[in-house]
Nanobody, 128 residues
Framework: QVQLVESGGGLVQAGGSLRLSCAASGRTFSTYAMAWFRQAPGKEREFVAGINWSGSSTYYADSVKGRFTISRDNAKNTVYLQMNSLKPDDTAVYYC?????????????????????WGQGSQVTVSS
């Protein structure tokens, strides 16, 4: 399994921006499907965004579409989540997830069970 380390979380005012990074160990990062999930206090973990091995396909939850952008740099073994126009409802712990699967259907990205490796999480707090 790949080891994942998230960074870039913090406190930001509503309307602001943050960029999360997820650095992965291992030599086969370029073959991994990657995703971001989040978990707010008292709520279940939910899908945020996903990206295929090459970066050619991306998927988003309706709640973040048009505001968040997922991307990856396979040369740096890193996946990013650019978060713009942040809202207090975006407050959560954000988790990076990975699975060595080159071909996933779009709906596979939405399920936590599709991913076997997880990071420790990064807190994002958006103040109103």
């Amino acid at each position: 399994q790949v080891q994942l380390v998230e960074s870039g979380g913090g406190l930001v005012q509503a309307g602001g921006s943050l960029r999360l990074s997820c650095a992965a160990s291992g030599r086969t990062f370029s073959t991994y499907a990657m995703a971001w999930f989040r978990q707010a206090p008292g709520k279940e973990r939910e899908f945020v965004a996903g990206i295929n091995w090459s970066g050619s396909s991306t998927y988003y939850a309706d709640s973040v579409k048009g505001r968040f952008t997922i991307s990856r740099d396979n040369a740096k073994n890193t996946v990013y989540l650019q978060m713009n126009s942040l809202k207090p409802d975006d407050t959560a712990v954000y988790y990076c997830a990975a699975e060595p699967r080159a071909y996933y259907s779009g709906r596979d990205y939405y399920s936590q069970s599709s991913f076997g490796s997880w990071g420790q999480g990064s807190q994002v707090t958006v103040s109103s």
